[in-house]
């Protein structure tokens, strides 16, 4: 009878203590959004890459990747991205842009392009375009490089803000 008292109350107290941990904690591991280190290595596959790479003289050289999964519904043909509805960058002046190849394949479809927004032009926000444009594109992994700062987010139609905690033990500084 004691054995089995001792053990009815290690498991309460167990219990109790799971509870309390769970209770008390800030991160909800099933919110998608903040907590997307959790599930982001599921779904990496249909996953699209942008990468921005800035320079001090105004060019900008881009890459994109996306998944075969996010061509869902659209001839090969058509895929021919242009530069303007992949992002734009917010500038005093125009910036001017190109796509410089492309290439589609069995896993998906990659492109680069070059834009140059001058000098003179300061750079301000950019803005992620292609879920306007690929209706079964979920989410992009984004890079952006310039002279002094990098930052790697993902962006996904289901949250409303850019997600920085994309790998465990990464913090959400956005």
């Keep these: 009878m004691t054995d089995t008292r001792s053990y009815l109350q290690g498991i309460v107290r167990t219990l109790a203590v799971a509870a309390c941990v769970t209770a008390c ?68 002046s125009q910036c001017e842009h190109q796509r410089v190849s492309e290439t589609i394949s069995n896993s998906g479809f990659a492109a680069t392009f070059a834009s140059d927004c001058g000098a003179d032009n300061d750079l301000g926000q950019i803005d992620v375009l292609l879920f306007e444009a690929l209706p079964a594109l979920d989410e992009m992994l984004v890079d952006i490089k310039t002279p002094v700062t990098a930052k790697r987010f993902a962006i996904s139609r289901q949250c409303a803000n850019p997600i920085f905690r994309i790998e465990r033990g990464t913090v959400d500084d956005g």
Excluded at 49 to 72: C, F, K, V, Y
Excluded at 84 to 89: D, G, L, T
């Design 25 to 92: 904690t800030t991160d909800d591991a099933t919110d998608y959004c903040k907590n997307h280190y959790v599930f982001h290595a599921e779904h990496l596959a249909d996953v699209g890459t942008l990468a921005l790479e800035m320079h001090e003289d105004g060019h900008i050289n881009s890459s994109l990747q996306l998944p075969r999964s996010a061509l869902a519904g659209m001839a090969d043909a058509s895929v021919g991205l242009a530069p303007e509805s992949v992002f734009r960058v917010s500038t005093a």
